[in-house]
């Protein structure tokens, strides 16, 4: 059992319209989380909440690279860059949160792929691995040193941003019962092993609330 504490906080990624059923890329049962994801809120005095939030004709939209189609890759200047399809463009209904999505008392959302040259998985740099987001500087200004990761997509966002976390020396640790993948060819197998190299732990919901 992990014991909240508070220096804890909940970092729950992209519970966006699109990532869900219904949405430009949803992710299989992504709404399924959002009640669970409510419990654990409940139970954190710290929750950071992060919403992609592209400009039209983003980089990593398939639309935007002639002849191309989503979920192929292309190169791009600051490496391999899976191509999507259109989806949380700004002030877009696909960008909102989901609306079942229940946590009055967070306490920041950080906005992150709002660069149209350069895409970003992570909640802490883009996907150059070197422009920070921000949330390094807020959470140690705050004194946030363990997080609870949770959201969409399990092998992209969530897992990119344990990593960093990590990296940036955070503890990071993934609710994977709270979250839900893209599940492209090889791509949770993938996940799996890079958060367990980078020494990520992956607990359930139970670890931390006592009524499952």
């Known amino acids: 059992m992990h014991t909240i504490q508070s220096n804890d906080a909940l970092l729950v990624i992209d519970v966006q ?3 869900c059923p219904g949405g430009a890329l ?3 049962g992504g709404d399924e989380i ?6 654990l809120a409940r139970r954190f005095p710290h929750v950071i909440l992060t919403q992609d939030w592209h400009p039209a004709g983003h980089i990593s939209f398939a639309s935007a690279h002639t002849g191309t189609q ?6 791009a200047p600051y490496g391999t860059q899976t191509l999507w399809p259109d989806h949380c463009v700004q002030n877009t209904h696909g960008a909102q949160f989901h ?8 306490e920041l959302i950080l906005r992150k792929g709002f660069r149209a040259g350069i895409d970003s998985y992570s909640a802490f740099l883009e996907n150059d691995h070197v422009t920070p987001t921000g949330l390094a500087g807020y959470l140690r200004e705050r004194g946030l040193t363990r997080l609870f ?3 969409l997509a399990y092998d992209f966002c969530v897992r ?17 019962d709270a979250t839900r993948a893209v599940n492209l060819s090889g791509s949770v197998e993938s996940a799996d092993q890079a958060l367990a190299e980078a020494g990520v732990q992956r607990i359930l919901r139970a670890k931390l609330l006592s009524d499952y």
Not at 34 to 39: D, E, G, H, Q, T
Not at 70 to 75: N, W
């Open 70 to 75: 989503p979920y192929q890759s292309i190169a």
């Open 34 to 39: 959002v009640p669970r994801i409510n419990s």
């Open 26 to 28: 949803a992710v299989t």
């Open 160 to 176: 990119f941003s344990a990593i960093d976390g990590t990296a940036l020396d955070f503890e990071c640790l993934v609710v994977e």
């Open 149 to 151: 990761l949770c959201g």
């Open 17 to 19: 319209n699109d990532f």
């Open 99 to 106: 609306p079942a999505l229940d946590i009055p008392h967070a």
